[in-house]
T-cell receptor, first 110, second 114 residues
Framework: GQNIDQPTEMTATEGAIVQINCTYQ??????LFWYQQHAGEAPTFLSYNVLDGLEEKGRFSSFLSRSKGYSYLLLKELQMKDSASYLCAVCDNYGQNFVFGPGTRLSVLP | KAGVTQTPRYLIKTRGQQVTLSCSPISGHRSVSWYQQTPGQGLQFLFEYFSETQRNKGNFPGRFSGRQFSNSRSEMNVSTLELGDSALYLCASSLEWESTDTQYFGPGTRLTVL
């Protein structure tokens, strides 16, 4: 079966660092995506990992370990505008489906 | 380059009716995917179209259908609406829908079934 787990909610302080974890069990693997979704808006692409390791893009970094079925999104120097839901999604190469996790709602406090 | 557009943005229907939603992908994108998003179930994949052919389908009943036109625009149809069909329906487009292709989402159509 397909299963992706993320924490439901997280809270952090402006200027801090937060790590959002994602674990997955899918029938295939062809890449992991992170999306940001502000309330009432569509998801927007943040990062893509297909090989093990860390991908850095400005204040955001994403890590993947395929053997552990594990990824995390690291947000540095948090800003109030980072308050949003963060969705982890796996491209399952069996059927080429995208399977999304439930999302993690991040609240950044002043 | 214009983004993904969806029409209408909001829709209210009653049980038993049918509804058609429209999606125009980013120019040059040939793959269009549809998703249903609800507070309880999160984002769930409905189906994906490429070159007017449905290539992939999620686990939804046959009441949910779609099609893609030669200009890559896509429509999805839900027949015999149920209360549980109330959701945000998102369309996403990508170049080819290989795993390396980023999906770009439209603003969504919020459907309310009364």
């Amino acid at each position: 079966g397909q299963n992706i787990d993320q924490p439901t909610e997280m809270t952090a302080t402006e200027g801090a660092i937060v790590q959002i974890n994602c674990t997955y069990q899918t029938s295939g693997f062809n890449g992991l995506f992170w999306y940001q979704q502000h309330a009432g808006e569509a998801p927007t692409f943040l990062s893509y990992n297909v090989l093990d390791g860390l991908e850095e893009k400005g204040r955001f970094s994403s890590f993947l370990s395929r053997s552990k079925g594990y990824s995390y999104l690291l947000l540095k120097e948090l800003q109030m505008k980072d308050s949003a839901s963060y969705l982890c999604a796996v491209c399952d190469n069996y059927g080429q489906n995208f399977v999304f996790g439930p999302g993690t709602r991040l609240s950044v406090l002043p | 380059k214009a983004g993904v557009t969806q029409t209408p943005r909001y829709l209210i229907k009653t049980r038993g009716q049918q509804v058609t939603l429209s999606c125009s992908p980013i120019s040059g994108h040939r793959s269009v995917s549809w998703y249903q998003q609800t507070p309880g179930q999160g984002l769930q994949f409905l189906f994906e179209y490429f070159s007017e052919t449905q290539r992939n389908k999620g686990n939804f009943p046959g009441r949910f259908s779609g099609r893609q036109f030669s200009n890559s625009r896509s429509e999805m149809n839900v027949s015999t609406l149920e209360l549980g069909d109330s959701a945000l329906y998102l369309c996403a487009s990508s170049l080819e829908w290989e795993s390396t292709d980023t999906q770009y989402f439209g603003p969504g159509t919020r459907l309310t079934v009364l």
